[in-house]
């Protein structure tokens, strides 16, 4: 056979054969074990799906990040940054977050979503070396983010364990630039704080005082002073400008001619001015003389009216030995705090300064009705007026010196029982809290016509009861890791008394 014929016949018979044996085979397998391949076919394409939502996934979660930092990365001021922050929590898939700023060893809570939420809370203060990478607070986990710069901490409460590797691109981004945003706020603020200083007199053609309002607040407070039974401010020419007299008829007991100024000013009472007493009026008549001259040439008016209310303060507590040095102790006591919870340098000199003038709005009888065991409901609201009279007294320069919410808000309470507002929680600034404390201390310890004061060690154990009832938790616990330098200091400055007696 030939080769040709050969070719011819495998063609023809052989290979069909083994074609059709093949294809028998093939079919007689999948005959039997065709779920093998079905198994197959769904397990590759799950498989696919997986993977490709997984994708998909990766994608939103991608777009989700990005869009939080765009809208984070938006904002131009410090505290939409930090509300800005605070709106990630879901993204994050956290319940709650907490955002704090490092001072000292200490880091200071700034921002918080938590609100009046129970079934959580975070301190207002984390120490460095209370810090851990993960913790429990309840039924939730609690993660800690620091930035790069190691400036600012992020808290969240989560269920669930925070994924870092995702999300540390996105905290780390938002937490530099609250940082960024802060540093420029900052160096803005101080810059504005210079040119108001550098243009005094032009900053103070806005006062709200004018001459007859100031008028009847010098008379007021020289009558508290001097404890006249009336007052007449007049020109040197006789024209009377404001007077005070009560309803009977009292003789002049003395006249003062206010230097460089076209005033003077006549007391009446029942009694002669003691020396003393002339001698010190003289001097605060001075002090408030270049005020005079200056209350229509703007000439240096923040600073003499500044002196003006210091040596009021002064002139309050002069001849009262249960208030003596009363708002030194309660600026000592609040600066310490205040270093305590390592606030920024303009921080502690506003907090200095309205600790110092805490009670300035005392002008009238108030001091006199405090020093009574029974007081009635008309006392009381003379009392619960001072606070928001002694605002209105600084509110003149309160661009220069931010301390009219230290004074407004000093009698406020933690748990929403102070006046004149009954603010509570967070919406108490903290500035004012700490004056509130140094105030409760100094005055639980002092004397009083009808108690004694208590001792030190005694209102460290009362100031400690009122923790989150009267002061925030966090303005107790600054005030007891300075409690026992702030002892020699409140002692050295009782000791000047003794001598002085």
């Not at 981004?173 to 706020?185: C, D, K, Q, R, T």
Request: charged share 25%.
């Amino acid at each position: 056979m030939t080769i040709f014929e050969k070719s011819r016949y495998y063609f023809n018979y052989t290979l069909p054969d083994q074609i059709s044996f093949v294809a028998n085979l093939i079919n007689d397998f999948f005959s039997q074990f065709w779920w093998i391949f079905f198994i197959l076919f769904l397990g590759m394409f799950f498989i696919a799906m997986r993977y490709f939502r997984r994708s998909i996934a990766q994608k939103v979660e991608a777009q989700e990040i990005a869009q939080n930092l765009k809208a984070v990365t938006s904002q131009k001021d410090i505290k939409s940054v930090g509300s800005g922050i605070l709106q990630s929590t879901t993204m994050l898939k956290a319940t709650y977050m907490v955002l704090y700023e490092l001072r000292g060893d200490t880091y200071i809570q700034v921002e918080s979503n938590i609100g009046d939420n129970k079934d959580v809370s975070a301190s207002l203060r984390v120490g460095k070396r209370e810090m851990k990478a993960q913790a429990k607070s309840g039924r939730y986990i609690v993660e800690q983010f620091v930035s790069e710069d190691k400036n600012y901490m992020l808290m969240l409460f989560t269920l669930h364990n925070l994924d870092r590797q995702k999300y540390s691109g996105f905290l780390d981004s938002v937490l530099g630039y609250y940082g960024a945003i802060a540093n420029n706020f900052k160096a803005k603020g101080a810059d504005t704080l210079l040119n108001m200083r550098k243009n005094t007199s032009t900053s103070l053609m806005k006062l709200q005082m004018d001459n007859t309002q100031f008028f009847k607040f010098f008379v007021a407070l020289i009558m508290k002073i001097t404890d006249a039974k009336g007052a007449k401010l007049l020109t040197k020419s006789g024209e009377t400008v404001y007077e005070y007299l009560d309803n009977g008829t009292h003789p002049i007991q003395k006249v003062f001619y206010i230097r460089n100024t076209p005033y003077k000013l006549e007391f009446y009472d029942d009694k002669e001015l003691e020396q003393e007493k002339m001698v010190h009026i003289g001097s605060f008549l001075d002090m408030a003389g270049s005020f005079l001259v200056n209350i229509d040439g703007k000439s240096e008016m923040v600073k003499n009216y500044l002196d003006l209310l210091k040596f009021t303060n002064e002139g309050m507590e002069i001849g009262n030995a249960y208030y003596r040095d009363h708002s030194l102790m309660v600026q000592t006591i609040s600066v310490e705090i205040a270093k305590s919870l390592f606030l920024g340098e303009d921080a502690i000199d506003a907090i200095s300064l309205g600790a110092y003038l805490h009670d300035i709005g005392m002008v009238g009888d108030v001091f006199t009705v405090l020093e009574k065991d029974n007081i009635d409901d008309a006392e009381m609201n003379l009392i619960k007026e001072h606070p928001l009279i002694g605002s209105i007294v600084v509110e003149p320069i309160s661009h220069i010196y931010p301390i009219t919410d230290i004074i407004k808000y000093h009698h406020e309470r933690f748990d929403g029982k102070g006046y004149p507002f009954g603010l509570k929680d967070s919406e108490i600034p903290l500035n004012a809290q700490i004056v509130a404390l140094g105030e409760f201390y100094t005055g639980i310890c002092g004397d009083r016509s009808y108690r004694k004061g208590k001792t030190h060690e005694e209102a460290l154990v009362e100031i400690d009861k009122m923790r989150d009832k009267m002061f925030a938790s966090v303005v107790v616990d600054a005030f007891l890791d300075v409690e026992k330098s702030l002892n020699n200091k409140i002692v050295k400055i009782k000791s000047k008394w003794e001598k002085d007696d």
